[in-house]
């Protein structure tokens, strides 16, 4: 099993530490052509603006649109989950529209553009308590009625999964909990195996 980091902008570097944390193999994919070599996607925190454009420029959205067709698992955080979401509001942007949700860029507020939180995540029926990092964040807004909400926060959702689609609005590449990348890992292994 091989997991693919998309490699055009952001901290792509943190998440191969953070997959080489729970044992996987990881690849940097700076073309659509590498798709073919990774059973699953993580799609890095950065600025979705920038990260749209060049995006757009080597031809990933109809490449993630087949990668998503076939079933392979996509995993956003924070930019990657906008790129990812069915509606972007401040303001509106295209978006890939793979996970049912609106979210709403920078929504945090100013004076927390960045901080760190204590919340809560769902495994395995169990609640366990999981340390956040929150870099001007998008908040999610709505959620489908397919989508499961992971992590609340405050009384949001923060991280959520519909079928091989997981996102986070916050970065757990930073810090030192495999937690979140164990979970996506279990999603391209229940898919490869
Ligand atoms: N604020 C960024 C955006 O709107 C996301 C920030 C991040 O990925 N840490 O794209």
């Not at 091989?2 to 055009?8: N, T």
């Not at 943190?14 to 070599?37: D, I, Y």
């Not at 992590?151 to 030192?176: K, T, W």
Request: hydrophobic share 45%; charged share 25%.
């Amino acid at each position: 099993m091989k997991i693919g980091v998309l490699a055009l902008q952001g901290d792509f570097a943190l998440h191969r530490q953070a997959l080489e944390r729970v044992g996987v193999e990881s690849l940097e994919v700076r073309k659509p052509e590498a798709l073919t070599a990774v059973d699953g996607l993580i799609i890095p925190g950065g600025e979705s603006t920038t990260l749209l454009k060049l995006m757009d420029a080597w031809g990933f959205v109809p490449a993630l649109e087949r990668f998503h067709g076939k079933g392979k698992p996509l995993f956003g955080t924070c930019a990657g989950l906008i790129v990812l979401a069915k509606e972007v509001l401040n303001p509106q942007q295209f978006s890939l529209g793979l996970i049912d949700m609106t979210v709403e860029r920078n929504a945090y507020g100013r004076q927390k553009e960045s901080f760190e939180a204590e919340g809560e995540i769902a495994l395995d029926g169990e609640k366990r308590a999981i340390r956040m990092v929150f870099i001007r964040a998008p908040r999610i807004l709505r959620v489908g009625e397919t989508v499961e909400p992971l992590v609340i926060y405050r009384g949001e959702c923060a991280m959520a999964r519909q079928g091989n689609v997981l996102v986070s609005a916050f970065h757990p590449e930073l810090g030192d909990d495999p937690t979140v990348h164990g979970v996506f890992t279990r999603m391209v292994a229940g898919r490869s195996s």
